[in-house]
């Protein structure tokens, strides 16, 4: 049963513009992520949030900005997609982590 | 250094076989967590262990805290177990995660 749900699936897009990615999570957690998965599998932090609250920002570039209107909601913004953005982007909950299907994004 | 060390990188076994997983890790943590996925899926929680031994089926979870280590034991596999197998720990609101085994099972 998928409770966390991120969209797009997919977003090809060219270096310089701008993207944004949605999730939302039913499971009533208050501590939301987004982790980073690039071409070799690595998975990374790139932001943890609690009750619409920035806790952590692992030395994540500017360019990316994560918004959260309330606790159920965290989105993802890249102002200008560089090629080295192009990944898979998970959005999480939970203190047992419970995670979303991905954004596959490619930058051409 | 990396702070999570899995192996092996990948393991190739004959339906039928056991497998056992290693995790190990280099600082302290809350809790850590297998996770399982297929090419191109997303991440399935297997198991949440901050310690002891957990079963699920024909998986089962040994977390040693002291010892930083965990381990994931795999009993007659089948072909649908093949796929990447990932531990992480939870250091606090974050998962820091293993560079994974890569798992596949032959008919």
């Known amino acids: 049963e998928t409770a966390v749900f991120q969209t797009p699936n997919y977003h090809v897009t060219q270096v310089g513009n701008e993207v944004s990615f949605n999730c939302k999570q039913t499971l009533g957690h208050d501590t939301m992520y987004w982790y980073k998965q690039d071409s070799k599998k690595l998975l990374k932090i790139m932001f943890s949030?609690?009750?619409?609250?920035?806790?952590v920002n692992e030395t994540v570039p500017r360019r990316f900005s994560p918004q959260s209107s309330d606790k159920a909601h965290l989105n993802l913004r890249i102002k200008s997609v560089e090629p080295e953005d192009s990944a898979v982007y998970l959005c999480?909950?939970?203190?047992?982590?419970?995670f979303g299907p991905g954004t596959r994004l490619t930058v051409l | 250094g990396q702070q999570v060390q899995q192996s092996p990188t990948s393991l190739v076994l004959q339906e039928g076989e056991n497998a056992e997983l290693q995790c190990n890790f280099s600082t302290s943590l809350n809790s850590m967590q297998w996770f399982y996925q297929r090419p191109g899926g997303s991440l399935i929680s297997v198991f949440y262990?901050?310690?002891g031994t957990k079963q699920s089926g024909r998986l089962t979870s040994t977390t040693v805290i002291k010892e930083r280590r965990s381990s994931l034991h795999i009993s007659s596999s089948q072909i649908t177990d093949s796929g990447t197998y990932l531990c992480?720990?939870?250091?606090?609101?974050?998962?820091?995660f293993g560079t994974g085994t890569s798992l596949l099972v032959d008919p």
């Open positions: 992480a720990v939870n250091m606090g609101y974050k998962l820091t």
């Open positions: 949030y609690n009750n619409k609250q920035l806790i």
């Open positions: 262990n901050p310690s």
């Open positions: 999480a909950t939970g203190g047992e982590q419970f």
